[in-house]
């Protein structure tokens, strides 16, 4: 018999996982909004031509749709020679600017950005049956940009990215564990300033696909492609 907790996990301290269920609110919204995609489909008329617009409706619709952690996203990158590799993140804004997201520069993402400045995004709302998939070119956000983020994060937090030496060998946890300790103390009564090894990047896009699941798999999928300042939109087949 499967042991496993039903609920996935939101937060983890001392070593321990949390498990904390969804609200009956969260829980009543997920069931009401179930199969709303499905229903209403994507035609290019309901859609519009801004992609932009599209996906913050879209974005919206699946915060309000009850879903744990509507902006989770995969971000994959690539090696100079082709080599790629994905890992989730959080989506931390999204405008005509582009697709935004905070991470370590000496991580392997950021390694890989500096030699290789693309990348692509996917977000995937499974209540909805909807999936977005974004490719761009990635450039560094501003220091002030990256500064007025880092200042909304948790102390905690705030503190982990100072010690953490992202992507890096640790030969045990307990070496990050005292660099938590060093750095509690250095910053101790004052605000976490921002690393100057960590930052945000932001993705303008070239190609923007929205996916929405219909009946008998044939699905809608309506594709974005930049030309100039304007915007083609395709539709593929299923």
Request: glycine share 8%; hydrophobic share 40%.
């Amino acid at each position: 018999m499967d042991s496993r907790p039903s609920h996935p996990p939101l937060a983890s301290t001392a070593g321990a996982t949390l498990f904390l269920p969804m609200s009956i609110a969260s829980i009543l919204r997920t069931i009401f909004t179930l199969g709303k995609g499905v229903a209403k489909g994507l035609s290019e008329f309901t859609a519009g031509d801004d992609p932009i617009a599209l996906f913050n409706t879209w974005f919206d619709e699946a915060k309000r749709s009850g879903i744990l952690l509507p902006d989770a996203m995969s971000v994959a990158t690539c090696t100079e020679d082709g080599w790629p590799s994905a890992r989730m993140m959080l989506l931390k804004g999204a405008d005509e600017r582009g697709f935004v997201f905070y991470t370590n520069y000496g991580s392997r993402k950021g390694r890989e950005l500096t030699l290789n400045p693309r990348a692509a995004l996917v977000l995937h709302w499974p209540v909805l049956e909807r999936q977005v998939r974004v490719e761009g070119t990635v450039e560094r956000m501003a220091a002030d940009e990256s500064a007025a983020y880092f200042a909304t994060r948790g102390r905690g937090s705030s503190i982990g990215a100072w010690a953490s030496k992202q992507s890096s060998p640790l030969e045990k946890r307990e070496v990050l564990q005292r660099l938590v300790q060093e750095y509690e103390e250095k910053f101790r009564g004052e605000d976490v300033e921002l690393p100057p090894f960590w930052g945000g990047y932001r993705l303008s896009p070239h190609r923007i696909e929205f996916w929405q699941g219909r009946a008998d798999r044939l699905h809608d999928r309506l594709c974005y492609d930049r030309e100039g300042a304007a915007w083609k939109i395709t539709r593929l087949y299923p």
